[in-house]
C-alpha cells in the first residue's frame, strides 16, 4: 500500500526537485548576466524528468559517487557538467554574442525563469490536489 502511495506522488517529487534546480540555475545565469566569459546554463527538463523517472527510487537518493583511488575523476570535472538529479547541464547558445564572451540574454533567461516558476506553481498545486483526494478517499 505505501509502496504504491510512493508511486504516485514520486511523478511530482520528481518534477518538483528538477524544477526548483533549474530555477537555481536560471537565476545562476541572471546573477551573471554581467560576468566577463560566463556561459549561461540549462537543463532539458523533459528528458531530465524522463531519466529521473527511470532510476528506480533507491537510485535516486544513492548520492554522490565516492571516489576510492586517487586516479578516479571526480564527479563534475568532466567535460560534460552533470546537475545533482544527474541530468547533463547543457550550455545556451546565443543568436548574437557579446564582446566580453558572456552568453547571457536577459530577456530569454527571465522568460525562462517566469515560465519555469510557472510550472512549478502548477506542480505543487497538483500535488496538494493528489493529497487532499487520498485523504478524502481515506476519511471516506
Do not use: C, W
Not at 531530465?48 to 571516489?67: D, F, I, R, S, V
Not at 583511488?69 to 564527479?75: E, K, L, N, Q
Amino acid at each position: 500500500m505505501i509502496g504504491n502511495l510512493d508511486d504516485a506522488l514520486r511523478f511530482n517529487e520528481n518534477a518538483l526537485k528538477l524544477r526548483e534546480q533549474r530555477q537555481q540555475m536560471l537565476a545562476s545565469n541572471i546573477a551573471n548576466a554581467d560576468t566577463p566569459n560566463f556561459k549561461a546554463r540549462d537543463i532539458e527538463f523533459t528528458n531530465a524528468l524522463k531519466g529521473a523517472m527511470a532510476k528506480p527510487a533507491t537510485a535516486q537518493n544513492a548520492g554522490p559517487l565516492a571516489t576510492t583511488s586517487p586516479s578516479h575523476i571526480a564527479h563534475g570535472t568532466g567535460a560534460a557538467k552533470i546537475s545533482a538529479s544527474g541530468a547533463p547541464v547543457l550550455y545556451r547558445t546565443t543568436a548574437q554574442g557579446n564582446i566580453d564572451g558572456n552568453t547571457v540574454d536577459m530577456d530569454v533567461e527571465r522568460n525562462q525563469f517566469t515560465d519555469n516558476a510557472i510550472r512549478f506553481e502548477a506542480s505543487l498545486t497538483a500535488i496538494s490536489s493528489q493529497i487532499k483526494g487520498l485523504l478524502s478517499v481515506i476519511q471516506g
